[in-house]
């Protein structure tokens, strides 16, 4: 059992930065592939970026290619997003998850998920 919870979501302007947080439970951490995924009002949960339990190989959709970066310290049981020049289409709840399985893009392969933080970016 993973127990995941979101922080560092907030109200930015466009062109701004935040960095999202992700705080893992369990002492197992490190075996799993860690995604962040974005979802908006009447639309489905989309893929943002994900890495390897080592965090040596990511993946990112091109719509946030070079502009968000996804990390993880696993002596803290943590997984960052670091965004920069938001842009207001990047405003969504986004929601962090814990993948043992395999290396997916698919939200529906991931077993557990955090309970979602607020990004808002104005223009």
């Known amino acids: 059992q993973v127990q995941l919870v979101e922080s560092g979501g907030g109200l930015v302007q466009a062109g701004g930065s935040l960095r999202l947080s992700c705080a893992a439970s369990?002492?197992?951490?490190?075996?799993?592939?860690m995604g962040w995924f974005r979802q908006v009002p009447g639309k489905e949960r989309e893929f943002v970026a994900r890495?390897?339990?080592?965090?040596?190989?990511?993946d990112y959709d091109d719509s946030v290619k070079g502009r968000f970066t996804i990390s993880r310290d696993n002596a803290k049981n943590t997984v960052y997003l670091q965004m920069a020049n938001l842009k207001p289409e990047d405003t969504a709840v986004y929601y962090c998850?814990?993948?043992?399985?395999?290396?997916?893009?698919?939200?529906?392969?991931?077993?557990?998920w955090g309970q979602g933080t607020q990004v808002t970016v104005s223009s």
């Open positions: 998850a814990a993948d043992s399985t395999g290396w997916t893009r698919y939200a529906s392969a991931y077993e557990y």
């Open positions: 890495l390897t339990s080592s965090g040596i190989t990511t």
């Open positions: 369990g002492r197992t951490f490190t075996r799993y592939a």
